[in-house]
């Protein structure tokens, strides 16, 4: 073996129908260090060749007769060219009587490389034998670099597509794994220091490393990309690397492309198995670097989304009251639920409020459009104002138009979706102002449920919103407002989820906080939108 791991001795395939021919070149090659496979016929040279490649020892060369009792070498050499798996073998032709240049040439035309003329000078023979293969090595190796060429392309598209870290962890993990035929596993380290772990395919999910591997995994890469720069190559021994992370409950020296963000504050490694650094395969390593590169720049924005979504969790959470916080309105019994999108969706500007005002209790559902920081923030500001007006203003119309001047004047590029219930409790009388948002739907014991007829333009707009929609509740029946969150699909119309809401409240058990957890039961799974939801009904 060379210094990148492959083999420095040469095989040679002799193909001649003569004992004398097929003596003679055999002790000539050997005698220069060669081994040597014979056959006599073109049909037991494809046989030898198949089981070969069946048990992966193709020879390094095959030296053929032009004149073979079956074939002539030219054939051997066409049907040996046209295997796929074989076409990379050098053929060499040979001949005792002498060959016109056109019957040279055709040789040449059938994939051979070279000609011998025989008798021939031991010095040539052998210069010949290490020209074929020395040419044909260096196409597999250029072969090699383009399809791993190809495979690093894919990857990158694959790591640039990466949706989350994890995602990002498990692109760049498989991508490691087939540029260096191995087992591979890639770390994203974010600023919090949680680690994302991402194995190649054919690891098993069974008997991975514990916790601990992991904060000793995480310690380790902070401490070597403390101060650096672009990409580092180090070797970290099996006694300092935890056992399991490439084969289960197997100890190995971990090879590591390491590269921190540009801010310094997170990091990516890409790990694989390594008996020592003589055995490294330089051009691998450069793909496997490049790899690392590509797979940071694809880390940055996600880490800093995931720090932008926990910043935007905690104001929303901040600012939401919990269930048993709410503000207490006499005569009337509320529930909320609110549910964050799944952990790779983006952060929404949903939210629900229930208010105390002079004419009775206000209570709103609503939805900043768009996914972001500033979505949250713009709702706090929405809810916040509400909360400031209703103290001298119960009117749901007026407080609507108030919000939507307050959007135009400090958020002129922002629209949102609300809905504002106004109940006197001691009559039952609902009053409903709704800005683009799903109208109320209010449930009748044992009658079914309908949507309250209730509609107006998004906030934001400056469009007139108009009167208030009056209805009057039973004490039996109960309010549901949601945000779409809760119900929209896509490729799935807003009107047929409705009507599979309508249908499943319909059917809830009774109770507001029921109602609540059947319909999260129902829609709430892996939702691509937050969800607020309040529902209400008078007190019994």
């Not at 138009?401 to 004047?409: A, T, V």
């Not at 109960?478 to 119309?493: A, H, K, N, W």
């Amino acid at each position: 073996m060379d210094a990148n791991g492959r083999r420095t001795e040469v095989t040679v395939l002799v193909v001649d129908d003569s004992t004398a021919g097929r003596f003679a070149l055999g002790k000539l090659l050997r005698r220069a260090g060669h081994q040597v496979v014979t056959a006599t016929t073109g049909r037991a040279a494809l046989a030898e060749l198949d089981v070969r490649l069946r048990a992966g020892t193709l020879p390094d060369v095959a030296l053929v007769d032009v004149d073979l009792p079956d074939m002539s070498g030219f054939d051997l050499c066409r049907r040996i060219k046209a295997r796929p798996h074989m076409a990379g073998l050098p053929v060499v032709h040979f001949s005792a009587a002498p060959l016109a240049p056109a019957d040279r040439c055709q040789g040449l035309d059938a994939g051979g490389e070279a000609h011998l003329a025989m008798p021939a000078q031991p010095g040539e023979v052998g210069a010949v034998v290490r020209a074929a293969v020395r040419a044909a090595r260096l196409r597999a190796d250029d072969h090699a670099l383009a399809r791993r060429l190809s495979l690093l392309s894919e990857t990158i598209v694959s790591v640039q597509a990466a949706r989350s870290p994890q995602e990002l962890a498990d692109a760049a993990a498989d991508g490691t794994a087939r540029l260096t035929a191995g087992p591979a596993a890639v770390f994203v380290l974010g600023p919090d220091d949680e680690l994302y772990r991402g194995t190649s395919r054919d690891r098993t999910s069974l008997a991975l490393p514990d916790a601990g591997a992991h904060r000793t995994v995480a310690a380790l890469l902070r401490r070597l990309t403390r101060g650096q720069t672009g990409v580092r190559i180090t070797t970290v021994p099996a006694p300092l690397w935890p056992a399991g992370f490439f084969r289960p409950g197997v100890e190995h020296d971990a090879r590591l492309a390491l590269i921190p963000t540009g801010d310094g504050r997170a990091a990516v490694c890409l790990a694989t198995p390594t008996r020592g650094v003589r055995r490294v395969d330089p051009e691998k390593e450069a793909l496997v670097a490049r790899l690392a590169q590509a797979t940071v720049l694809a880390a940055e924005p996600l880490l800093m989304y995931q720090v932008e979504r926990h910043v935007a969790l905690t104001l929303q959470h901040s600012f939401l009251p919990q269930p048993h916080r709410l503000p207490e309105l006499p005569g009337v019994e509320v529930a909320v639920r609110y549910v964050p999108a799944s952990r790779d969706a983006e952060i929404g500007g949903d939210f629900y409020a229930a208010l105390r005002t002079p004419e009775g209790h206000l209570a709103a559902v609503g939805d900043v459009v768009g996914h972001s920081l500033e979505a949250a923030t713009v709702m706090v500001e929405i809810r916040h104002a509400l909360r400031a007006h209703c103290v001298e203003e119960s009117d749901p119309a007026v407080l609507a138009e108030r919000l939507d001047r307050m959007l135009r004047h400090y958020h002129p590029e922002v629209t949102a979706t609300l809905c504002l219930v106004l109940i006197d409790p001691g009559t039952g009388r609902v009053r409903i102002a709704n800005a683009g948002h799903i109208p109320p739907l209010i449930i009748r014991d044992g009658t079914g449920a309908d949507y309250a007829k209730a509609s107006g333009p998004l906030l934001g707009l400056g469009v007139p919103h108009p009167p208030p929609t009056e209805l009057v509740l039973d004490p039996t029946d109960r309010l549901l407002m949601v945000t779409d969150g809760l119900i929209e699909t896509r490729g799935t119309d807003l009107a047929v989820s409705m009507e599979q809401l309508r249908a499943a409240a319909t059917g809830a058990l009774p109770g507001l906080d029921a109602l609540c957890d059947t319909l999260l039961d129902c829609f709430g799974h892996e939702r691509e939108d937050d969800i607020a939801m309040l529902a209400l009904r008078l007190a019994q």
